[in-house]
Structures are given as C-alpha cells and as structure tokens.
C-alpha cells in the first residue's frame, strides 16, 4: 500500500493515465472559517526532525463524537497549524516553559475532513472512508497536493477514525 501511494505521490497532478490520479489530487476540503474561536485545540506536538511544532484542532462535531465515544461523523474537520520552531545560535529549537517549541513563523496548514461521498472516487486499497484532506499556505489557500501519502498514512487507523490523535481529542473533550 505504501508503494502504491508513494507511486501516486510522485507523480504531478494531472500526470499519467491513472483513473485513480484526479481523484487523488483534488480535495473536496475547504479551509475552515473562524476555526480558531469555535474548534478545541486538543494536542500540541513537537517535530525535531523537521523542527517544527503543531497544533491540533476538532469542529464542536468532532469533539462531540470523540466526548461520547463515537466514531467521526460526516461534517468532522481537524485542523493542524504547522508553525516552524525559533532557533537558538546553535540552530536548535527554543523551548518554551510549556514543553513546546516556540513558535516563529507559520508556513502552512494540514486538514483533514469528511462528509458523504467523499471517499467514493479513492480507490479502495486507499480509501479511508469518507476522508479528504487539504494542505494550505499560510494565507489559507489550497495547495497543490496529492493525497495518495495521507491515505495510505491513515489506512491503517481505521479503529480510531484514522485519526492520530482521537485519544488526545476525547481526553480534550471530556475534560472541557
């Protein structure tokens, strides 16, 4: 499966004769509006590899579901800000008191979002239900992206919602 989507991955968007490569380059996600105000930010990670640092949010409907133990309905968005660590001389990230890197500059977005009928152009061996996801720049417009990687990421977390951090946004969620 990771060889498939990682085929589908390197191709550009609109290349080959795949059947498969449109639906895996558009998305039927949109960027949300006022995410910030009405989501709950639900889990903070540090990525020192890439030296960056992100910050989880869920819609009120995914944080309802996740509350209640139930699986992501249709009309759920997550929302990942991916903000690149400021550095110390030693070109190492700077800490903050909370654990996390301090953030400086926001250089894009990741998503992911579901609503009826999303998944039906995915092809199986990829498909994570009714799943699309999006990346966007920092002025919150849709980047060129295929989603083959995203899929075959998430295929296996078909038992959480092919979410990473459902345990992190039930905990969030029961704790509000």
Not at 4 to 30: E, H, I, N, W
Not at 72 to 84: K, Q, R
Not at 101 to 107: D, S, T
Request: aromatic content about 12%; charged content about 20%; some cysteine.
């Amino acid at each position: 499966m990771g060889n498939v989507a990682a085929f589908f991955a390197s191709l550009p968007a609109g290349a080959g004769k795949s059947d498969f490569l449109p639906a895996l380059a558009r998305t039927q996600m949109v960027f949300p509006k006022g995410y910030r105000s009405s989501y709950l930010l639900h889990h903070t990670i540090n990525f020192p590899a890439t030296r960056r640092v992100r910050y989880y949010y869920a819609n009120p409907a995914a944080a309802q579901a996740a509350k209640e133990g139930r699986a992501m309905p249709n009309g759920t968005v997550l929302m990942a800000e991916v903000h690149s660590a400021k550095l110390d001389a030693d070109k190492k990230p700077v800490v903050g008191a909370d654990g996390y890197f301090v953030r400086e500059q926001l250089p894009f977005y990741t998503g992911m979002a579901r609503d009826a009928g999303w998944g039906k152009d995915a092809p199986e061996m990829l498909r994570n239900e009714e799943w699309n996801y999006a990346a966007f720049t920092s002025a919150k417009q849709l980047r060129p992206a295929n989603q083959a990687e995203c899929l075959a990421c998430h295929k296996p977390l078909d038992k959480t919602s092919y979410m990473f951090t459902l345990d992190r946004l039930t905990a969030a969620a029961k704790a509000r």
